[in-house]
């Protein structure tokens, strides 16, 4: 069975950083063969892709929303990925969640196909 499990979350201020980690981990499956992307989801608000990479880190997406604060990244020896935020704003308060998929990092972030494993979310506060 894939586990799937984010790391990091938690309270910080307008202005501040915070880095999320997610490892995979299972029998059979081969981190590097999936695209990897974070979601989140604020209260009364749908899901949205919030930022992905291709297995080989060569394409990242990123929402509109976060360009030039969150860096996306991974390390495929050690089957972890991670979402550096910075200048995080009251807006980007959610549950974010870790997903791995096949497919383009742009359409897998865009909803158009679904992602094949997801973990359980971490919430991320941000207060003003």
């Known amino acids: 069975q894939v586990q799937v499990a984010e790391s990091g979350g938690g309270l910080v201020q307008a202005g501040g950083s915070l880095t999320l980690s997610c490892t995979v981990s299972?029998?059979?499956?081969?981190?590097?063969?999936?695209?990897m992307g974070w979601f989140r989801q604020a209260p009364e608000k749908k899901r949205e892709g919030v930022s992905c990479?291709?297995?080989?880190?060569?394409?990242?997406h990123y929402a509109d929303s976060v360009k030039g604060r969150f860096t996306i990244s991974r390390d495929n020896a050690e089957n972890i990925m991670t979402l550096q935020m910075n200048n995080l704003k009251p807006d980007d308060t959610a549950m974010y969640y870790c997903?791995?998929?096949?497919?383009?990092?742009?359409?897998?972030?865009?909803?158009?196909?679904?992602?094949?494993?997801w973990g359980k979310g971490i919430l991320v506060s941000v207060s003003s």
């Open positions: 299972g029998p059979r499956f081969r981190f590097d063969d999936y695209a």
């Open positions: 990479i291709s297995w080989n880190s060569l394409s990242r």
């Open positions: 997903a791995a998929g096949i497919g383009v990092p742009s359409v897998l972030c865009g909803g158009q196909y679904p992602m094949d494993y």
